[in-house]
Every structure is written in C-alpha cells, then in structure tokens.
C-alpha cells in the first residue's frame, strides 16, 4: 500500500458547462463518482484536467470545492514553466485544501538539467505539503535526469513521490534501485502500470480509472498478493479502455469525457484548442463500457 495517497489516483478532468464555463457542481458530483469507483486519490487541473486552459481563480475554485466535497486526498497541479507563477500557485495550495502537490516538470522551455532541479527545488520549498513529481517529456520536451532525481529524492524532504510517464520501465527500474526508500513510483501510463508494478511501482496516476478503477485496485492488490496470473488477466480485460483513451483524433480529456457523458455525467466537452469529440466516439465508448460490464459479470 502506499504511504501517502493509495493506490489508485486519477487525474480527473474538468468539467464544463455548455457555455464552457467552469463547472464545479458537476466537478464535486464526479468526485464523489470516482471516490466511490475505485479512486483512492484525485489529482486535480493537470494535464488531463485542462490545466492550460484553466484561469488561476477557476484552478484554486476547482481544488477548494472538491477538496471541501471529498475525503479522499486530492492533489493540486500546480506546475507551470514560469517558476515564478508557479511558486505562487504552489504556495497556495495548502490554504485551497489541498493533500498533495503535483508538480509537472517545465514545458516548452526545455531548460538545461540544472534549471529542471532549482525549479522544483524552489517549489518544493513553497510548501508544507508533499510533492509528487511528474515526468512527461512527450508533452514537456525535456526528460529529468536520473541523477536529478536521485538528489531530489534524497535531499527534499517533501519531495515524496514520481508519476512516470517516460514509457522506460528500465529506467524506472534503476530509479527504484537507487532511490526506492526516498520515493514512491506511480505509473503515469495506464498501459505501463502493470510492468511498472513489477520494478516498484505503488500505483496508477490515470485516466482510464474514471472508470476502470475498480479493476485498477484489484489488479494492484493481486500483484501484490502475488497473484501475477490474476493481475496479467485484468490488465488483459483493461486493453480496450487503454486503447480507447488516447488516439490521434480524441486525447485523454476528449476520450475520458466522451465516455463520462455516455454514462449520463454531464462534464461538457473540452477547452479550445481541444476539440469536441469527433463523431463515433461517444459510440465507441458505450462499447467499451459495456464489454468491460460483460467482463465484470463474468468475474462474479
């Protein structure tokens, strides 16, 4: 089990109204959707969540009202590649209500490896709170270095947890190795979390867990029951919601909330320059769902 925030944490989207404003009535409705689904944790305005399109009031209004709905520990992205606004949202993120800090590394910018450590040096310093850092240099352009990571781990003390999403279970192996009793290892790939498991992982940061939460869970507590059978066939029967989640016309928030919208939960369509969800996907996702249904009757 892991220390800090369970098991499974979803990166929850943001929901919209039709106007495209912010909806935080349907934000505390899905919380409690996912609190009550699987979801141990919730990450809040990150990547998934919209954070790009996110005002810094509609982000701490977000983070208050579902931190104040929910008992499970939410995270607050505060991550930005201005260090300096970063900071200032970091040291926010406590009085918003907020258990955790989740804290992508610098976009765009692609700084040299010693910009990446004094960034989270310094936010790491604004805050009481315990970090998770996040690594995704698809999106970010820049991977941090092991050897960073080693000292961050090492040397700050609220520096607690990686979500992983550099799609190298090799190296995360070797972080692991190195730095296991500093950290703790999320999959930050739901396609990945079973052989992350396998070098040290604790858990899932995800998306598909809107709604396959519950096989996320089992599948964690099998592996670490040592039923590796048992956790190879639920990763099995999670391929479609994988495959569904992310593809070149539909990304994670557009896919995630076609697929919430499917289950009659209002969450809106994504923020400019998202798209709205081509035609075909809302269908595809009733699909998926219910094969996973079908799934989970057999299983009973």
């Known amino acids: 089990m892991a220390r800090y925030w369970g098991r499974v944490l979803t990166a929850m989207v943001t929901p919209f109204d039709a106007t495209g404003r912010l909806n935080l009535g349907m934000a505390c409705q899905l919380a409690r959707h996912l609190a009550d689904n699987g979801s141990d944790g919730l990450v809040l305005a990150a990547t998934t969540g919209e954070a790009p399109t996110l005002s810094e009031a509609e982000r701490f209004d977000l983070i208050r009202a579902v931190s104040e709905t929910v008992t499970i520990p939410v995270l ?3 991550g930005s590649n201005d260090t300096r606004h970063a900071l200032e949202m970091t040291a926010k993120a406590e009085a918003a209500g907020a258990a955790g800090v989740f804290l992508v590394s610098p976009y765009y910018n692609r700084p040299p490896q010693a910009g990446i450590e004094a960034h989270f ?3 790491a310093a604004a805050t009481r709170l315990p970090v998770m850092l996040y690594d995704v240099p698809c999106r970010t352009g820049r991977r941090i270095g092991h050897d960073v990571l080693i000292r961050l781990f090492r040397e700050v003390d609220n520096i607690v947890a990686f979500k992983d999403a550099t799609g190298d279970p090799a190296a995360a ?4 190795a190195e730095a ?4 703790e290892l999320y999959s930050g790939d739901d396609a990945l979390t079973l052989p ?4 040290g992982a604790v858990g899932v940061v995800g998306t598909s867990s809107h709604w396959t939460g519950p096989e996320f869970a089992a599948m964690i507590a099998a592996f670490e029951q040592g039923e590796v059978a048992r956790a190879r066939s639920i990763n099995a029967a999670l391929q479609p919601s994988f495959a569904f989640a992310n593809t070149e016309d539909s990304v994670f928030s557009m896919s995630v909330k076609a697929m919430l919208r499917s289950q009659g939960l209002a969450v809106g369509e994504c923020r400019l320059p998202l798209p709205p969800a081509p035609a075909g996907v809302e269908e595809r996702a009733a699909q998926v769902w219910d094969e996973l249904q079908a799934w989970r009757a057999m299983q009973r």
């Open 173 to 176: 192996a070797r972080l692991v």
């Open 196 to 199: 992350l498991l396998a070098v």
């Open 76 to 78: 607050a992205g505060t």
């Open 180 to 183: 296991g009793d500093h950290f």
């Open 121 to 123: 040096r310094a936010l």
